[in-house]
Structures are given as structure tokens and as C-alpha cells.
């Protein structure tokens, strides 16, 4: 896992390459490293009533969700002091022996071919209901339902929207043997669960990218030989070719209106921003420098694109409007800032930050220019937002293998969610579904 450590001029074309090896599968294991000292307790109790046989176990659901956040300590089963599902079943001096500040139940009832999901969130010390809602699923999307659940609580304790019912795009490979390698694109739930292929190949595919209303990744696939940029409908498997220019067709971004995309061609000479009219086809030109442009993200309002260029001398951070005009100059701090993304407010940026040698996550305010470093490994990449901007996921190796992980934007809470054989690389983490 080298790729880092490459000339910058390799980058763009070979950088899976050097990324992805051994073999994968699917789904990831999480495992909390490091949370916020101090916790929150909150119980959250078995969905009742008893006897009824789910395929879900909702409760672990949206306990596992709030702990994996950080910011909750949610209580073991065997702690549970009673285990009440309706409001009036609830005695909040129970709840107070055990210190727990929030207490969540709820029930599932059979409702026609599905169910009927209804929860309550209470204040324990204060003694009142903060919440109650009643939401329906049948068993195929039960435990969407109960990521869905989490979040309102998430949001309702925290005042920030939850992220637990999105979903992660990466990359696979599996080593058949003999040389030969099957790359995989997934698409799995924020917490690992339900992989599935999107597309699989014997050539790289690298590059993920999630439009803007979550329905469509954009792509890049060697299975020519060389690089082309593809857009794949998840519903459907239809797929269209965007780009097969010669050279470099690369770094596939999304505007915001899911109208454009911003895209690295070298058809010119050097690998430049381009960006591309969805619906017409038509390209337009953006940079035009003697060093190498790539990596273009978009600001959430789609007024400016962020971009990676070594035009300087070392890969930097560069910001221009995305109309195209004179680009200016973002990160200073370090010999190498690379592969930036924006947060959902626009007012934060990470990256990769290079310095002696170590490859680490990155944020950047825009604002005051200050730059928190978030992560400690020796090769971390391909950092990429929470919808809600509170995690940033992104790649990184471990025990010579690569595994993907996600830290909070303060760098206080950190996981690490690993295949558990192979590599899994190229995080990107979708937008929340409409």
C-alpha cells in the first residue's frame, strides 16, 4: 500500500492499483477504538411485546447505532433493570438506580404483510417522554426501519441529524489466484451490513462517486484496458459511458444539482479540470496549468470546486469557481495536502496530510485557515464526509492490509470497520436518501 508515497504524477492513473490487493469480503466488522469520555448512558430496551418472532432484532440496532457515534454508552442487556414496551409499563425510579440519563422502548406489531414500529424516548431524571413515533416496515426494510429510529433519537438528544440510515460506496478486490484479481464495487449500510456489488470486474475500478440524490454511482473501470468513466443506476444495473478519451478519464465528481460533472482528462496533455454537461455531453475546460490537476470536489452551494495540484511544487489544495477563472491557493501548512472533500455546511474541508513520511486525515476551516490532523496512521486516504458532517470515513492499513475507518470531525471518537479477510478501500459516503 504504497500508493501515497508515488511521484504525484502517477497518481491519477495507477494509485488502485498499488491500493488494492488480497482478497475481500463484504462485510465489514466495526470496532469502536476510541469514544468520547464521558458518554452518554441511555438504555435502550428489547422492542416487545414477547413472542413475536422478527427477523430484526430492532433494539441491538439502534443501540449498536448510538454506540458506534461515540456519544452514547448504551447499557448491556444484562443491566437492564426491567423491560417495559409501553409508556405506562415505564417506573422511572428503576431507571434512576441504574444512571441511565435517556431510556428508549418500544414495540413491533404485525400490521398486514409488515409491521407497525413505534418507539418512545424518555428523560430519565426529569421523568418525561421527549419523543414517541410510530413508523411502518415490512421484514425486508426492518432494520432500515430501526436506523431510521436511531436517528430521530440521535437527533432529538443531540440537536444534530443522525446519519445511521445512509449507506457507504468502496472498493473490493479478491486475489483468485494465479495472478488474477476480481474488483468489486459495494454498496452497504452505513454500519456494514447488506454488501452488495454494484459492478465486479477483472480490471481496477476505482473512484467511487454517489450523485447527489443517491440513486446512481459514477465510476471509473479499467475493463477496457484503460481508463473510461462510467454512471451505474443501483435499481436498475443500467449503465452509461461518460468518457473514453485517450489518456487519463479520471476523478469523477457530482455538482451538487447533479446536472454537471466536474472530471480529470489528460485528451489536452496534462491531466486538467474539466467540467462536463450531463445532459448535453459538453465539456468545458476549467484549469490549464504545467503541473497536474485532479481530484475536483464541488462546494455544496456548486459554486466553487476544490482541486489537487502540484502546480506549485508539491500536491496542494487549490480553489476555484467553478465558471472557471484564476485559482487560488488553500492549504499551506505541510509538503503535501491532496484528495480534499467539502463538509455538508461548506465551511470545512478534509484531506490527506503528508509529513515526514505519514499519510493522515486532515480538517481544514475555511474560515480561519487552521488545520486539526484527526488520525495517527502511516498511510490514511480518501477521507470522505458523514452527510451530517459529524464522521469522515476514509482508508487506511492495517496489519499490512487495508481497512476503512471513520473519526469524528473533532478527532475524539474513532472506528475502524474491517473486512474480515482482504482489502476494502476507496470510502465515499452517500448522501441521505430522499
Known sequence: ????????????LIVCLCLLSHAAQAVLDIEITQGVEGATPIAVVPFGPAGVNL??????????????????????????????YEANQVN?????????????????????AGYTVKFYLFDVFRGVQLSAFSLRSDAAHLRRTAH?????????????????????????????????????LEVADSDGYGPRPVVQSMQPLLSPSWSPDGTRLAYVSFETKRPRIYVQELHSGKRQLITSFPGING??????????????????????????DLASKRLRRLTDSLGIDTEPAWSPDGRTIIFTSDRGGTPQIYRMSADGGRAARVTFEGPYNARASFSADGHTIAMVHG???????????????????LTDGRLDESPSFAPNGRMIIYATEERNRGVLAAVSVDGRVKQRLSAREGDAREPVWAPIRQ
Open 1 to 12: 500500500m504504497n500508493g501515497l508515497k508515488m511521484s504525484f504524477k502517477k497518481i491519477p
Open 251 to 276: 476523478a469523477p465528481a457530482w455538482s451538487p444539482d447533479g446536472r454537471k460533472m466536474a472530471l480529470v482528462l489528460s485528451k489536452d496533455g496534462d491531466p486538467e479540470i474539466y467540467v462536463m
Open 55 to 84: 427477523p430484526v432484532d430492532v433494539a441491538e440496532v439502534i443501540a449498536t447505532d448510538l454506540r458506534r457515534s461515540g456519544r452514547f454508552a448504551p447499557l448491556k442487556r444484562n443491566d437492564l433493570i426491567a423491560r417495559p
Open 92 to 112: 422511572f425510579k428503576d431507571w434512576r438506580l441504574v444512571k441511565s440519563d435517556n431510556l428508549v422502548i418500544g414495540k413491533v406489531t404485525p400490521f398486514g
Open 148 to 184: 431510521q429510529i436511531a436517528d430521530m433519537i440521535y437527533e432529538t438528544l443531540t440537536g444534530e441529524p443522525g446519519a445511521f440510515a445512509t449507506r457507504i460506496a468502496y472498493i473490493t478486490v479478491t486475489d483468485l489466484g494465479a495472478g488474477k484479481r476480481r474488483y468489486s
Open 355 to 373: 509529513e515526514n513520511n505519514r499519510y493522515r486525515i486532515a480538517v481544514l476551516d475555511l474560515k480561519t485557515g487552521s488545520l486539526q490532523v
